[in-house]
Nanobody
Framework: VQLQASGGGLVQAGGSLRLSCAAGGHTFSRFNMGWFRQAPGKEREFVATIGWAGDRTSYADSVKDRFTISRDNAKNTVYLQMNGLRPEDTAVYYC????????WGQGTQVTVSS
């Protein structure tokens, strides 16, 4: 499956961004979808995941109550609404599709200034 992430940018602390990830090439609704991020000099870390039907979500403790993951299977798209952004949220955000294997998008840069 091909994944194309978008929506990153530069925002001040406390601001919001909405990331999108459009999927193509396979049946989108068969995949659990997730977002991960990688800050400079750090390993890639889990941010959020959502089940194929959109009824099961999970979040990293660091983003819980600030970020919301959602999906629109009719549009083959998964979203990450990010509110209350902090400088420590600065990273490249990657979209992930998981079924038997894992597929990754190219990443979108999110920079939060203090």
């Amino acid at each position: 499956v091909q994944l194309q992430a978008s929506g990153g940018g530069l925002v001040q602390a406390g601001g919001s961004l909405r990331l999108s990830c459009a999927a193509g090439g396979h049946t989108f609704s068969r995949f659990n979808m997730g977002w991960f991020r990688q800050a400079p000099g750090k390993e890639r870390e889990f941010v959020a995941t959502i089940g194929w039907a959109g009824d099961r979500t999970s979040y990293a403790d660091s983003v819980k109550d600030r970020f919301t993951i959602s999906r629109d299977n009719a549009k083959n798209t998964v979203y990450l609404q990010m509110n209350g952004l902090r400088p420590e949220d600065t990273a490249v955000y990657y979209c992930n599709a998981h079924n038997v294997g894992d597929y990754w998008g190219q990443g979108t840069q999110v920079t939060v200034s203090s």
